[in-house]
């Protein structure tokens, strides 16, 4: 099992960014897909989970900011984020499995992408 996080990079508080998640080496669509992030001195926090049929969950801390689409044809997830705060800044990673199994797993998740919004 392969996750590969890209597209993190330094944008300005409002602007927006689009995470992507190749997976390799299992059946991408039979797993939920998850996006958890960890913000410097801080533990992993989850931000949003797609699961199997599409149904999509997001944290209160990015509700109405972040979508989480996913292209079971490309084997890839998505976090398309839009108004980005300073306390976005973090890295981002995405694992398989729900919330609990996501977090549960470090060491199943990606390498990670790095976010900072700043100014």
Known sequence: VQLAEKGGGLVEP???LRLSCDA???AFERYDMTWIRQA???GPEWVSTINTSLHT???DSVKGRFTIPRDNTKNTAYLQMTTLQPEDTA???CARGSPD???SRRTSWGQG???T???
């Open 14 to 16: 409002g602007g927006s």
């Open 24 to 26: 390799i080496g299992f």
């Open 40 to 42: 410097p001195g801080k």
């Open 57 to 59: 969950f997001y944290s």
């Open 91 to 93: 890295v981002y990673y």
């Open 101 to 103: 199994i996501a977090l």
């Open 113 to 115: 992408t790095q976010v």
């Open 117 to 119: 919004v700043s100014s």
